[in-house]
């Protein structure tokens, strides 16, 4: 590139425009010796769409590599994978075997029964259960997954590979071992930009570390935890786990020994921004990705078993053998590619030789599931106030459940104290035991797995020895008759349709819920199962739909301003609508004048540009699209929502 000056009249390449007498210009070779001229902030233009194109093309080449990837390594969520109650009951000799969702009874005893529940807070995955109480009865903790690095010669990090570490090892191959596994490298996923966030108004770690600076390097570790634990018990016995989880997240520093925590982890770090954002999320993520579903049953399945083993429930050996361990252990890769994410960005300017200048950043994240069960003592269940003996009708109404929630006027009242279902621990466990921070996760002594990286669900430090109740929790019955319980594809036939029993302020919030574009849980099939009834939690998914519908409120109002720029949309929108190359100083954008009165003629200017291509055309993450059409000096800007019809939001002259 150069630049001289002249008398003669070439034409600008990116414009097309002229220039005037004595103007200085920049020349490019376009080939056979032949040579290319650009104003000052056309080349600016142009070098930044090249380096764009350029970025793109790297990032399709890194899409295919990963696809082989995960392809080759057996990575990615499938529903074909959650375990079928099914099989469980015949393995348990249930006669009368109940379909659809299972729940446990406590007998006189101790025994155990399992029946029909419409209640999804009471409903158990059998096999989740039974490989916990396996592990629990071997172990003495709960099932455990870290996502590590790993060492070569000379304790060297190998950047290429990640090791899967199972505590037990036999995990490995099951389908617990699998969920935790899948659940854990697709947050690691999340958390760099592989996706679209699974909840609009959230930024990947990715994102949030180009706050930082162009060359920003770290490492960090990132895990889920089970912050909240406990086990509820019916009029009628029904046994129901409840809990809250999240994602912890820790800075990590190099040393002669490797990577090590941080004294402390800044507040502002990439990382642990991103674990509040997704604990403050986790219902509405749970509920929207099958994965991070399926790991939330584990841990319900995690919590039941250490009431189940410490309050003395008559369990027959069955109980422990409904899972095959070995099935799929030889088919399970231990090492998987490390996750890396590289985002090659540059400033664009024109200013005497100096054309750009490129930087790129590198971050690694390492990770696993810590849920943090030994943490609580589940010895005596919480008793519900409500009767829930009577059984409820038949299910012929899908989502009837969530409606019963709103009709009952569930309410979260103050705990009181209630009888004991079973004795206490032999051995008690002190409250001092408890530690301050719930989320921070503990390695029992005897691991050899050092710190979590991925999935703890330890419970020991946590004392839950007082007996709570919740009033009202659930709405109508918890046991069901035979039949009831079978949702599956009903479900989504009642969202669908006008019917089906649901108020419109359910169907809508549901819907809302399980957007198509931001959940993968239909492809769960006759394994689906709804959110809870419980009051406070819907009440949670409400207020977490409402900050999406902000979100998507304030997106609409950017984009039908003046201020939103294409090749910057801002951090309302996904990553991708942002440009990787930066013109500095900026070029001067076209002025935009608003005429409100050609808005307001929505059926004339749709007629105009019903031919017309878009000059702007995104889709967002919740399938909502933004086009910009252009009919000579005039600029129409639209949205169209997913499951609406489209709109013009705002029309704009030229000059």
């Given at each position: 590139?150069?630049?001289?000056?002249?008398?003669?009249?070439?034409?600008?390449?990116?414009c097309?425009?002229?220039?005037?007498l004595?103007?200085?210009?920049?020349?490019?070779?376009?080939?056979?010796?032949?040579?290319?001229?650009?104003?000052?902030g056309?080349?600016?233009?142009?070098?930044?769409?090249?380096?764009?194109?350029?970025?793109?093309?790297?990032?399709?080449?890194?899409?295919?590599?990963?696809?082989?990837?995960?392809?080759?390594?057996?990575?990615g969520?499938?529903?074909?994978?959650?375990?079928?109650?099914?099989?469980s009951l015949q393995?348990?000799?249930?006669?009368?075997?109940?379909?659809?969702m299972?729940?446990?009874?406590?007998?006189?005893?101790?025994a155990?029964?399992?029946?029909?529940?419409?209640?999804?807070?009471?409903a158990?995955?059998?096999?989740?259960?039974s490989?916990?109480?396996?592990v629990?009865?071997?172990?003495?903790?709960?099932?455990?997954?870290s996502?590590?690095?790993?060492?070569?010669?000379?304790?060297?990090?190998?950047?290429?590979?990640?090791?899967?570490?199972?505590?037990?090892?036999?995990?490995?191959?099951?389908?617990?071992?699998?969920?935790?596994?899948?659940a854990?490298y697709?947050?690691k996923?999340?958390?760099?930009?592989e996706?679209?966030?699974?909840?609009?108004?959230?930024?990947?770690?990715?994102?949030?570390?180009?706050d930082?600076?162009?060359?920003?390097?770290?490492?960090?570790?990132?895990?889920?935890?089970?912050?909240k634990?406990?086990?509820?018990?019916?009029?009628?016995?029904?046994?129901?786990?409840?809990?809250?989880?999240?994602?912890e997240?820790?800075?990590?520093?190099?040393?002669?020994?490797?990577?090590?925590d941080?004294?402390?982890?800044?507040?502002?770090?990439?990382?642990?921004?991103?674990?509040?954002?997704?604990?403050?999320?986790?219902?509405?993520?749970?509920?929207?990705?099958s994965v991070?579903?399926?790991?939330?049953?584990?841990?319900?399945a995690?919590?039941?078993?250490?009431?189940?083993?410490?309050?003395?429930?008559?369990?027959?050996?069955?109980?422990?053998?409904?899972?095959?361990?070995?099935?799929?252990?030889?088919?399970?890769?231990?090492?998987?590619?490390?996750?890396?994410?590289?985002?090659?960005?540059?400033?664009?300017q024109?200013?005497?030789?100096?054309?750009?200048?490129?930087?790129?950043?590198?971050?690694?994240l390492?990770?696993?599931?810590?849920f943090?069960?030994?943490?609580?003592?589940?010895?005596?269940?919480?008793?519900?106030?409500?009767?829930?003996?009577?059984?409820?009708?038949?299910?012929?109404?899908?989502?009837s459940?969530?409606?019963?929630?709103r009709?009952?006027?569930?309410?979260?009242?103050?705990?009181?104290?209630?009888?004991?279902?079973?004795?206490?621990?032999?051995?008690?466990?002190?409250?001092?035991?408890?530690?301050?921070?719930?989320?921070?996760?503990?390695?029992?002594?005897?691991?050899?797995?050092?710190?979590p990286?991925?999935?703890?669900?330890?419970?020991?430090?946590?004392?839950?020895?007082?007996?709570?109740?919740?009033?009202g929790?659930?709405?109508?019955?918890?046991?069901?008759?035979?039949?009831?319980?079978?949702i599956g594809?009903?479900?989504?036939a009642?969202?669908?349709?006008?019917?089906?029993?649901m108020?419109?302020?359910?169907?809508?919030?549901?819907?809302?819920?399980?957007?198509p574009?931001?959940?993968?849980?239909?492809?769960?099939?006759?394994?689906?199962?709804?959110?809870?009834?419980?009051?406070a939690?819907?009440?949670?998914?409400?207020?977490?739909?409402?900050?999406?519908?902000?979100?998507?409120?304030?997106?609409?109002?950017?984009f039908?301003?003046?201020?939103f720029?294409?090749?910057?949309?801002g951090?309302?929108?996904?990553?991708?609508?942002?440009?990787a190359?930066?013109?500095?100083?900026?070029?001067?954008?076209?002025?935009?004048?608003?005429?409100?009165?050609?808005?307001?003629?929505?059926?004339?200017?749709?007629?105009?540009?019903?031919?017309?291509?878009?000059?702007?055309?995104?889709?967002?993450?919740?399938?909502?699209?933004?086009?910009?059409?252009?009919?000579?000096?005039?600029?129409?800007r639209?949205?169209?929502?997913?499951?609406?019809e489209e709109?013009?939001?705002?029309?704009?002259?030229?000059?």
């Amino acid at each position: 590139l150069g630049s001289t000056l002249t008398t003669e009249e070439p034409v600008c390449l990116h414009c097309r425009g002229s220039f005037q007498l004595g103007e200085t210009l920049f020349t490019t070779l376009i080939g056979n010796g032949k040579h290319g001229y650009f104003h000052r902030g056309c080349l600016a233009r142009s070098v930044a769409k090249d380096m764009e194109g350029a970025e793109l093309d790297r990032l399709s080449d890194v899409k295919s590599v990963n696809l082989e990837r995960r392809q080759a390594f057996s990575i990615g969520w499938s529903a074909e994978a959650i375990p079928s109650n099914a099989a469980s009951l015949q393995k348990l000799g249930c006669g009368a075997a109940p379909r659809g969702m299972c729940c446990l009874v406590a007998g006189e005893g101790g025994a155990l029964t399992v029946a029909a529940t419409l209640e999804p807070s009471a409903a158990l995955n059998l096999e989740y259960l039974s490989i916990s109480l396996k592990v629990r009865r071997t172990e003495g903790r709960e099932p455990l997954f870290s996502l590590d690095p790993v060492f070569g010669e000379g304790n060297k990090i190998n950047d290429q590979m990640q090791l899967k570490r199972f505590e037990p090892e036999w995990l490995a191959g099951t389908s617990v071992g699998e969920v935790m596994f899948q659940a854990d490298y697709y947050l690691k996923e999340l958390s760099f930009g592989e996706y679209d966030q699974p909840v609009l108004g959230m930024r990947s770690a990715f994102e949030l570390s180009e706050d930082d600076g162009p060359e920003s390097e770290w490492s960090a570790r990132e895990w889920f935890v089970v912050r909240k634990a406990e086990v509820h018990a019916s009029e009628d016995q029904v046994l129901i786990p409840h809990l809250r989880m999240g994602v912890e997240a820790r800075e990590q520093v190099r040393t002669a020994s490797g990577l090590e925590d941080a004294r402390i982890s800044r507040p502002d770090h990439p990382c642990v921004v991103y674990a509040e954002a997704f604990t403050d999320n986790f219902d509405l993520i749970a509920e929207r990705k099958s994965v991070v579903f399926q790991l939330r049953e584990v841990a319900k399945a995690s919590i039941m078993a250490k009431y189940l083993m410490e309050s003395g429930a008559d369990l027959g050996e069955a109980w422990f053998g409904l899972a095959d361990e070995n099935a799929s252990a030889a088919a399970c890769c231990m090492e998987v590619p490390q996750l890396w994410h590289v985002r090659e960005k540059a400033w664009v300017q024109v200013e005497d030789d100096q054309v750009m200048v490129p930087c790129s950043s590198m971050h690694g994240l390492y990770g696993g599931v810590d849920f943090g069960i030994n943490r609580f003592r589940l010895s005596t269940p919480s008793r519900l106030s409500t009767s829930v003996t009577a059984g409820r009708a038949v299910l012929g109404r899908p989502a009837s459940s969530l409606m019963a929630t709103r009709s009952a006027g569930l309410t979260t009242g103050p705990a009181r104290q209630f009888a004991r279902l079973s004795q206490p621990l032999a051995s008690t466990m002190s409250a001092a035991a408890s530690r301050a921070g719930l989320g921070v996760p503990r390695v029992s002594a005897g691991l050899t797995m050092g710190k979590p990286q991925g999935v703890d669900l330890d419970l020991n430090t946590f004392n839950l020895s007082a007996v709570t109740a919740s009033s009202g929790r659930y709405g109508g019955a918890v046991q069901a008759s035979d039949g009831a319980a079978h949702i599956g594809s009903s479900f989504w036939a009642g969202l669908a349709g006008d019917g089906g029993g649901m108020c419109d302020e359910d169907r809508a919030l549901l819907r809302e819920v399980f957007n198509p574009h931001l959940s993968d849980r239909r492809a769960d099939g006759e394994s689906f199962v709804p959110p809870p009834t419980d009051a406070a939690y819907v009440g949670r998914l409400r207020q977490l739909v409402k900050a999406e519908q902000r979100v998507r409120q304030q997106r609409k109002e950017h984009f039908f301003s003046d201020a939103f720029d294409a090749e910057r949309a801002g951090d309302l929108f996904p990553l991708s609508w942002t440009s990787a190359a930066r013109i500095v100083p900026p070029a001067v954008a076209e002025k935009l004048q608003p005429r409100p009165e050609f808005a307001a003629q929505e059926e004339v200017l749709f007629e105009a540009l019903a031919s017309a291509t878009p000059s702007f055309d995104r889709l967002a993450d919740d399938g909502c699209r933004f086009r910009a059409y252009r009919v000579g000096s005039v600029e129409a800007r639209t949205t169209h929502e997913w499951g609406c019809e489209e709109i013009i939001g705002a029309v704009f002259s030229i000059e």
